[in-house]
């Protein structure tokens, strides 16, 4: 578990198809303490590490399954080697909650489709697969590329968010521009007061 609350900023340093996709990621994380078998969420992608090593840079590496490659950006638009991805290491028991609980298992890809400063924020509007619009509300939670945030506003299958100066400097979303294809996770409450209502 997560909770979007973005911690470093990664690299893919490589990517090479083995059966399953493999990719290295640099990180700022100390990988003396990171075991294997641990979860790291990559964008949003919760993805368990298989080797690390200090050289030329601290790393990571993950094996991404093919399923997971067709429902998230991975395969949407192909991680190369110097894209920059959010990074969360998992959720310890005792862990501030700042974000809100975020489980790294990407519903669907998401698109940009207008990017707008407001002052020295960014509004960005997004628009969610038909499947997945009905569980975003206003005021609502969303994981976008790993990240906690909370709809401005909601329009059929687009919704708002505005990013401020702090969260553009801390993740990648400062980079954010239209047509970019990014990773949704719903929150997990709505999904269950939808099953809920669906179910009475």
């Not at 028991?93 to 809100?100: A, M, R, S």
Request: contains cysteine; hydrophobic residues 40%; negative net charge.
């Amino acid at each position: 578990m997560f909770t979007g609350i973005i911690t470093d900023i990664g690299e893919v340093l490589a990517v090479e198809q083995q059966g399953d996709l493999r990719a290295r990621i640099g990180t700022s994380y100390d990988v003396a303490g990171i075991d294997i078998g641990a979860s790291i969420a990559s964008d949003g992608v919760c993805l368990t590490v298989i080797a690390t090593g200090t050289q030329p840079r601290n790393w990571y590496d993950v094996q991404i399954s093919a399923e997971t490659v067709s429902k998230t950006n991975i395969g949407a638009t192909g991680w190369r080697p110097g894209k920059r991805l959010n990074l969360e290491r998992a959720l310890k028991v005792g862990d501030e909650l700042g974000g809100h609980i975020v489980s790294g298992h990407v519903d669907g890809v998401a698109r940009v489709i207008r990017v707008q400063p407001e002052g020295d924020s960014l509004r960005v509007t997004f628009r969610a697969p038909d499947e997945l619009a009905k569980f975003i509300a206003p005021k609502g939670s969303v994981a976008l590329n790993g990240t906690s945030l909370t709809v401005n506003e909601v329009s059929g299958t687009d919704f708002g968010i505005n990013f401020i100066p702090h969260t553009q400097k801390a993740t990648t979303w400062g980079e954010v521009a239209e047509g970019d294809l990014v990773n949704l996770e719903v929150d997990t409450m709505a999904r269950y007061v939808a099953r809920l209502r669906d179910w009475g």
